[in-house]
């Protein structure tokens, strides 16, 4: 069966300083992967999302980049967080091809500070 | 353009009764819709979803939604609720401009309470 990790569960780091969240898929092979922002425990905006090794969309122009350096792995950075980073995000994967669904991850909790 | 509306930011019920958390939307052609669910601090789990079909979709841990073209919308339904119910429920619709990555778009989310 599909696996779909994400780490940290939970970080806090100052204004200023750099990101990285982490995102695997297991049991599956070429999957889409997509990046989520969930503000305020509600609505959920798409940041970014990747058919393949090295190709990245981006949904809105932000302080975030994303990149897919392996085929299940896909990594969520920053160089400079800002207050308003601060958020759950979430990771999902769907199959290419055929799948609808999405199947997300646990969610890394940020807080900048 | 496409959208999902959930009308109601919260939803209250006494456990063992049925319970309907509302949905409608806007899509040209026919519609893929789903229904996710979200326990605090944790992320989005999927329920169902509607493709094509029938129009009564069973789901996990009990749950239904019903289609309905005519009045555009996909209510999900529940016979009797449990208060381990109680949880952030989405409904979303996928985006069909997109065929390469199966983009969805998400409702503003229902927050049901089921009372003991």
């Known amino acids: 069966s599909q696996t779909i990790h994400q780490w940290p569960a939970t970080l806090v780091q100052p204004v200023g300083s750099p990101l990285s969240l982490e995102c695997t898929v297991e049991?599956?092979?070429?999957?889409?992967l997509y990046w989520y922002r969930q503000a305020a425990g509600r609505g959920l905006q798409l940041l970014f999302y990747?058919?393949?090794?090295?190709?990245i969309s981006s949904e809105v122009p932000q302080n975030l980049s994303a990149s897919r350096p392996q085929d299940r792995q896909f990594i969520l950075s920053s160089k400079k967080l800002l207050l308003s980073d601060s958020g759950f995000y979430l990771c999902?994967?769907?199959?290419?091809?055929?799948?609808?669904?999405?199947?997300f991850g646990p969610g890394t909790r940020l807080t900048v500070t | 353009a496409q959208s999902v509306a959930q009308p109601e930011d919260q939803v209250n019920v006494a456990e063992g009764n049925p319970l309907t958390v509302k949905c409608t939307y806007s899509?040209?052609?026919?519609?893929?819709l789903f229904w996710y669910v979200q326990y605090p601090n944790r992320g989005l789990q999927f329920l169902l979803k509607?493709?094509?079909?029938?129009?009564l979709v069973k789901g996990s841990y009990g749950f239904e939604a019903e289609f309905n073209k005519s009045q555009t919308s996909f209510h999900l339904k529940k016979p009797s609720a449990l208060v381990s119910d109680s949880a952030l429920y989405f409904c979303a619709v996928r985006d069909k401009r997109y065929s390469s990555a199966s983009k969805i778009i998400f409702g503003s989310g229902t927050r049901l309470s089921i009372r003991p």
């Open positions: 509607y493709i094509t079909g029938d129009n």
């Open positions: 899509v040209s052609g026919n519609p893929y």
């Open positions: 049991g599956t092979s070429n999957p889409n």
């Open positions: 999902a994967w769907s199959v290419r091809g055929g799948g609808v669904e999405q199947y």
């Open positions: 990747s058919v393949g090794i090295g190709q």
